[in-house]
C-alpha cells in the first residue's frame, strides 16, 4: 500500500487542528511506513477513509496520534540491551544518579528502569518527560493490565533471585507501590526544544525517539543530550536509532552511548 506525500501532509493537518498533536520536524520516511502499517492493521484502502473514519471516532484520533509516535508498551524491551545496560551501570555507576528520561509514553520503559534501579540497589532522582501530557497521566497511574504476568518472564531473567512482587501494589496485582514513584518528576516538553542544563545528568534514556525526526532535528536533540550530559554520562538509544554525528559520544555497544 503506498500513500503519497501530500496525502500524508493533510492527515497530519487534520490531526493538527483537531486533536493538537504536533509532528513538525518527523522524518517523512519514517511517517509514510507508520502511516501505511496503520492502515494495513485497521484494514483501511485511503487517507481519506482513514480521515473520515477518525472524524466519527475521535477513539482511532488518538491511536491514530500514538502509532505515528511509535510508542514502545512494554517491560524491559529489549532484554538484550536491558542485560547490556545493567552491566554497565554495575561497571560505572555510583552515587545518587540524575537521570533524565525521554518519551515516558506509558511508562513502562520508565518503571522498568526504576525497578532496575531498586533491584541493583542504586539511588536516583529521574525527570520523566513527554511531548504528550496525556501520557504522562497515564505513567503517573502506573497501573498495567496483566502487569503481575507481563513483568514476571523479564524480570526474572535479568534478577533470577529477585522478588518483582514486592514491587507491586498491596491493593492491586496489576499496579506498581506508589512507594517506588517517590523519586520520579514529571513535565511535558518538546525534545527539540528543551535545552537541559548544562552537565546535570549521570544518565539520558532517549529510546526509540530521534529515529521519527528528521536529520537537522536529530542533530539538535543529540546536541541538547550532550549538553545535558556529565563527562562520562551514559546516553540509552533505541536500538534502531542511528546517531550521524559520533563526534560527541564513544559507543559503548547496544545503543548506549559515553559522552566524551
Known amino acids: 500500500m503506498m500513500v503519497r506525500t501530500e496525502e500524508i501532509d493533510s492527515l497530519l493537518s487534520g490531526l493538527a487542528n483537531k486533536f493538537g498533536a504536533d ?8 511517517l509514510n511506513e507508520r502511516v501505511e502499517l496503520l492502515m494495513e492493521e485497521e484494514q483501511i484502502n485511503s487517507i481519506f477513509s482513514l480521515w473520515s473514519q477518525i472524524l466519527r471516532n475521535a477513539d482511532l484520533g488518538q491511536k491514530t496520534i500514538r502509532f505515528l509516535q511509535a510508542r514502545d508498551n512494554s517491560f524491559f ?30 511508562g513502562e520503559g520508565l ?30 497511574k502506573a497501573a498495567y493490565t496483566d502487569l503481575d504476568k507481563q513483568l514476571a518472564t523479564k524480570f526474572l531473567a535479568l534478577f533470577p533471585n529477585g522478588n518483582y512482587k514486592k514491587y507491586l501494589s498491596s491493593s492491586s496485582p496489576n499496579r506498581l507501590s506508589s ?12 525534545f527539540c526544544k528543551m535545552v537541559p542544563s548544562r552537565n ?4 539520558i534514556i532517549c529510546s526509540e525517539v530521534i529515529k521519527r ?15 545535558g550530559l556529565k563527562k562520562n554520562g551514559l546516553l540509552c538509544l533505541g536500538l534502531q536509532d542511528q546517531i550521524t554525528d559520533e563526534a560527541d559520544f564513544m559507543p559503548l555497544g547496544m545503543g548506549i552511548f559515553q559522552a566524551k
Open 77 to 106: 524491551h529489549t532484554l538484550s540491551q536491558w542485560r547490556h545496560f545493567k552491566q554497565l551501570l554495575e561497571e560505572k555507576a555510583s552515587g545518587n544518579l540524575h537521570i533524565l528520561y525521554m518519551q515516558v509514553g506509558r
Open 200 to 203: 546535570k545528568y549521570d544518565l
Open 213 to 227: 525526526y528528521d536529520e537537522q532535528n536529530r542533530k539538535k536533540i543529540l546536541d541538547h543530550c550532550y549538553t
Open 111 to 140: 518503571h522498568s528502569l526504576v525497578l532496575l534501579l531498586e533491584e541493583m540497589g542504586l539511588s536516583a532522582k529521574i525527570e520523566a518527560t513527554d511531548v504528550d501530557p496525556s501520557l504522562l497521566k497515564i505513567a503517573k
Open 23 to 30: 509532528f513538525k520536524g518527523y522524518s517523512p520516511s519514517f
Open 179 to 190: 512507594r517506588y514513584q517517590k523519586n520520579l518528576s514529571y513535565s511535558s516538553r518538546n
